[in-house]
Nanobody
Framework: QVQLVESGGGLVQPGGSLRLSCRASGSIFSIDTMGWYRQAPGKQRELVATITSGGSRNYADSTKGRFTISRDNAKKEVFLQMNNLEPEDTAVYYC????????????????WGQGTQVTVSP
């Protein structure tokens, strides 16, 4: 069984910063892409940023230049440094990972954490 556990959310004023962390654990052979998604009330879940095991990064246009994704492959962790936060960044942030559990089997891209709330408000 694979688990993703996020931490680091909270309440911050506009212009402030937060750092989210996510650790994967369980029966894991390898992890390819890890990423962060978010869902605001009444909206669909959307991409924030992703990073491959080789370090290639992809960002949503709304987060480029403000957010930085990184990972520690040895510790199976992914991070999201969020700077210059805006009220529009308020959402539940979810960690995602594409995991191979058994060598030689298909990678499953649908492992999700439970989510962590980020609220940006004066």
């Amino acid at each position: 069984q694979v688990q993703l556990v996020e931490s680091g959310g909270g309440l911050v004023q506009p212009g402030g910063s937060l750092r989210l962390s996510c650790r994967a654990s369980g029966s894991i052979f390898s992890i390819d892409t890890m990423g962060w998604y978010r869902q605001a009330p009444g909206k669909q879940r959307e991409l924030v940023a992703t990073i491959t095991s080789g370090g290639s990064r992809n960002y949503a246009d709304s987060t480029k230049g403000r957010f930085t994704i990184s990972r520690d492959n040895a510790k199976k962790e992914v991070f999201l440094q969020m700077n210059n936060l805006e009220p529009e960044d308020t959402a539940v942030y979810y960690c995602n990972a594409a995991v191979t559990v058994v060598p030689g089997t298909a990678r499953n891209p649908n492992y999700w954490g439970q989510g962590t709330q980020v609220t940006v408000s004066p």
